[in-house]
């Protein structure tokens, strides 16, 4: 694949820079895809586009604005609570945004004369989010080559991995200290480790010291 071309969904956030590093080990050329969705912190915006610049890959930031509208939610609502209740999804699940943003990203990618997409969506570590399932993933894909006639394929890293995975692939990819430091997961804005108290940042810290452990009882040492 390192003659072909590859488009990365890409947030700035931890799972999407994983698959930015692991996308420009795969690929010939590499370009990212950021959502303006309305969400809450704009920094999530400017920590893509900064994370593009330093990677040195082409970074383009798309209008979806229309998706915080339609679906209202705790990630563009200031006034929403980020919430789980048991048995139910989070406040911050936003229908449809998935199957919106790699819609958007086919269409993007085929101008661009790129056929792969890339895609942080996890069914391991996740909240149960129904479009982060893998079959909704292989059932999107068929309906992109359908819908465009053109030969897309939709690469999922991350889909089978343990957030501690996540982390083992990023320092495998040589990328360890770099996404802890400059990616941005927390729900509350906060680059890095995060607020430490949101949901995202507890199970982004989880799986850190989940894998910590690891490298320390195999006697080696994180990147």
């Not at 609570?81 to 449809?96: A, H, N, R």
């Not at 895609?119 to 993933?137: K, M, Q």
């Not at 509350?188 to 690891?214: F, H, M, V, W």
Request: hydrophobic content about 35%; some cysteine; charged content about 20%.
């Amino acid at each position: 694949m390192k003659k072909e071309k590859a488009i990365v969904v890409f947030s700035g956030g931890q799972d999407s820079t994983t698959c930015l590093f692991w996308a420009k080990q795969q690929f010939g050329e590499v370009e990212t895809l950021t959502f303006d969705y309305g969400q809450r912190h704009k920094l999530e915006i400017e920590c893509a586009q900064q994370i593009a610049r330093e990677l040195g890959v082409p970074n383009t930031v798309l209008d979806m604005s229309l998706l915080n509208q339609l679906a209202p939610n705790a990630l563009t609502r200031t006034d929403i609570d980020i919430t789980q209740e048991k048995g139910q999804l989070p406040s911050t699940f936003v229908d449809g945004r998935n199957l919106l943003f790699l819609s958007f990203a086919g269409v993007f990618a085929k101008q661009r004369g790129a056929r792969h997409l890339v895609t942080g969506v996890c069914e391991t570590d996740f909240s149960g989010y129904p479009d982060c399932r893998d079959s909704f993933i292989k059932s999107l894909n068929v309906t992109l080559n359908l819908s465009m006639d053109y030969p897309f394929v939709i690469h999922t890293p991350l889909m089978w991995l343990t957030k501690a995975q996540t982390w083992k692939l990023a320092d495998e990819l040589g990328a360890f200290p770099y996404i802890r430091e400059n990616t941005l997961t927390c729900y509350n804005g906060i680059k890095g480790d995060g607020c430490g108290e949101c949901p995202a940042c507890q199970l982004r810290k989880a799986g850190l010291d989940t894998y910590l452990s690891e490298r320390e009882q195999s006697g080696e040492r994180a990147i």
